[in-house]
């Protein structure tokens, strides 16, 4: 297992990487699955670490920012689909 300084350097890296796909202008999904997946791993062992409380609030807020920023790409993309494919070719 990674010890703390190293983690939050993965946690870091990984959400470079995220923000890269989300704001790619189409963004991977299945990278994006995949980062995700990495992401909580990652939070999982650090939480396992025990984070000092200014860390925690830290990750917190990345991943609140990131959230907020997938359901952006993830709502500009299914609008793009409806647009090539019709508006009857997908739900809403």
């Known amino acids: 297992m990674l010890d703390r300084p190293a983690l939050l350097d993965a946690l870091r890296a990984n959400h470079s990487a995220l923000?890269?796909?989300v704001r790619a202008k189409r963004p991977?999904?299945?990278r994006l699955g995949d980062l995700m997946d990495?992401?909580?791993a990652l939070l999982g062992s650090l939480v396992s670490a025990t984070p000092s409380p200014d860390e925690i609030d830290e990750v917190?807020?990345?991943q609140r920012a990131l959230e907020v920023e997938l359901?952006?790409?993830s709502l500009?993309?299914?609008t793009r689909m409806r647009e090539i494919l019709g508006h009857h070719a997908l739900p809403n």
């Open 19 to 21: 923000t890269g796909c």
């Open 28 to 30: 991977d999904h299945r």
């Open 38 to 40: 990495e992401r909580r």
């Open 60 to 62: 917190v807020a990345a």
């Open 71 to 73: 359901a952006t790409a």
């Open 76 to 78: 500009r993309l299914h």
